[in-house]
Nanobody, 124 residues
Framework: VQLQASGGGLVQPGGSLRLSCAAS????????VAWFRQAPGKEREGVSC????????YFAESVKGRFTISRDNAKNTMFLQMNSLKPEDTAVYYC??????????????????WGKGTQVTVSS
């Protein structure tokens, strides 16, 4: 499964960005897809996840109420809508999947396929 993340950029605090994660060689609706982020000097952390099938979602406490995650199966793309952004959201964001058909969040298998990251910078 080849994933491509995009949509990052520079935004002021309180602003919004929408990240996209597209797959070119597999149908994403068969798999859970998750977003992770890694800030300089910090460990990578899970941000959000959307399950295959029922589309159940997971959000880290730090982004609950500000971020939403969704799929567009027709476009084979999933989205992370980020609102009310804070400087501490600054990081490289990655999308990933465990590649297991029918899996649900949180994954019991670990992420296997990763897209290249997209930089999100929140600064005035």
């Amino acid at each position: 499964v080849q994933l491509q993340a995009s949509g990052g950029g520079l935004v002021q605090p309180g602003g919004s960005l929408r990240l996209s994660c597209a797959a070119s060689d597999a149908s994403l609706d068969y798999y859970l897809v998750a977003w992770f982020r890694q800030a300089p000097g910090k460990e990578r952390e899970g941000v959000s996840c959307i399950s295959s099938g029922d589309g159940s979602t997971y959000f880290a406490e730090s982004v609950k109420g500000r971020f939403t995650i969704s799929r567009d199966n027709a476009k084979n793309t999933m989205f992370l809508q980020m609102n009310s952004l804070k400087p501490e959201d600054t990081a490289v964001y990655y999308c990933a999947t465990d590649g297991v058909p029918g899996s649900s969040c949180p994954s019991a298998h670990g992420m296997v396929y990763w897209g290249k990251g997209t930089q999100v910078t929140v600064s005035s």
